[in-house]
Structures are given as C-alpha cells and as structure tokens.
C-alpha cells in the first residue's frame, strides 16, 4: 500500500469514448504528477501539478486533459484516443516540487487498451 | 536534459546470487531515486539517494554525485526480487519544478 489509489485498474475503450483515470493519494502531499510507460520505453512525464496548479505539460497531446480539483485528486480524462495511446498510466505524488527534493510515491497505474 | 542510463539492460541469476545494478546520469542532480516495478506494473519506490550510502534489508544503495552514477546492490536474491528496477534522476525543468528522468530499466529474472 503506496497511499497512492488509481483507478480503475483496467479500462479497455474505442477510439470515440470518452473516459477518466482517477488518481487519490492519502498522504498529504503537495504534488502530483501523470506518467506514461509505453513498452520498452522509460517513464514519460506527462503532467505536473503542485497545490493544484498545473505547473508543467510536457508537450502532451491534448486528447489528454488533466484536472486537479484538490491536492488529494487528480484526473485524467481521455477522448479520441489512438491506439499507440495504449500504456500503463501511472499516477504518483511527492511533498513538494521546489527545492524539496522529495521523493515520488507511485499507485499501481492504470492499464490503458485502445482498441 | 538530464540523460539516464542504466546497465545492464537485463539480468538473468540463480536464487542466492549477489548483483549490482548501475546507473550513469550525464549532470549533477539533487534527486536520485531507485524504484523497482514487479511484474504486476507497481512501482515502489526504493531508496531516495542523492548522495552517500544507504541499506534496507538485502538491497543497498551508492551514490556517488562527483562521478554522477549510483549503483544498486541486491544480496541473497529471492524470486520476488524479479522485476525491473528504474533508476530515476531529478533537476529542475524550465518550469522550476523538480523533474525525474527515468532510465530504460534493468530486467532482473531470478530463477529458482
């Protein structure tokens, strides 16, 4: 247990639904953060957002469209995905993004399959 | 930015056997993080190590910031040790964030 919550753990959509990867952590953090991990590639940086300001969109696509109503939630809402968006989605969260220097506690991701 | 490499890219060893798994960053960085994924896709996060030396249990881990590599020490390997293992190295964006930068993975296979 990371305190770290996504879900759903699996999603399974076409390329015309729309659909929203949750992500809730438990520990008091300050920062969130969306990654990508596409097979055989490293973690991609996705989105980053700090006291609910997103504070980085590392040149993502914009059928992907993060939200962040409060520092224990963030989304990731999904449309007219493509099927090299297939990917393990992987939320994480840390105490601060400035000088802080912490570290990142990941959830268990969000298994991605566009059909 | 920051490049991370890590080495080698896969790993087969009997239970029992010792291993050193490496990983170079190309600049100075005040955030070195090893994780290990197993094979369900969770990602837990191993040790936060800039700098020095740190040990939990079999798994130990160097940094060593002037040279810019760490490397990740695993003794006594168990099966449930399979898995890959990041290693991941922070800096500051454009944005004035703290960044990670992942590495390509080492694939650790432990055989009975």
């Known amino acids: 247990e990371t305190g770290v919550t996504q879900t759903p753990r699996h999603l399974v959509m076409g390329m015309t639904n729309k659909k929203s990867l949750k992500c809730e952590q438990h520990?008091?953090?300050?920062?969130m953060y969306w990654y990508k991990q596409s097979a055989k590639k490293p973690l991609e940086l996705m989105f980053v957002?700090?006291?609910?300001?997103?504070?980085e969109n590392n040149s993502v696509p914009s059928r992907f469209s993060p939200e962040c109503p409060n520092s224990s939630h963030l989304f990731l809402h999904l449309h007219t995905l493509q099927p090299e968006d297939s990917a393990l989605y992987l939320c994480?969260?840390?105490?601060?993004?400035?000088?802080?220097?912490?570290?990142?506690?990941f959830g268990d991701g969000t298994r991605l399959s566009i059909l | 930015g920051i490049q991370v490499e890590q080495s080698p890219p896969d790993l087969i060893l009997q239970e029992g056997a010792n291993s050193t798994l490496r990983c170079n960053f190309s600049?100075?960085?005040?955030?070195l993080q090893w994780f290990h994924q197993n094979p369900w896709g969770q990602l837990i996060n191993l040790f936060y190590?800039?700098?020095g030396t740190k040990q939990n249990g079999r798994l130990s881990a160097t940094t060593v910031a002037t040279e810019r590599y760490s490397l990740l020490y695993i003794s006594s390997s168990q099966t449930t040790d399979s898995g890959v293992y990041f290693c991941a190295a922070g800096g500051i964006s454009n944005f004035g964030n703290e960044k990670l930068t992942f590495g390509t993975g080492t694939r650790l296979t432990i055989i009975p």
């Open positions: 994480a969260s840390s105490q601060g993004i400035q000088g802080a220097y912490q570290p990142q506690h």
């Open positions: 957002y700090s006291l609910e300001e997103r504070v």
């Open positions: 190590i800039p700098s």
């Open positions: 520990l008091g953090h300050n920062a």
């Open positions: 600049d100075s960085v005040n955030n």
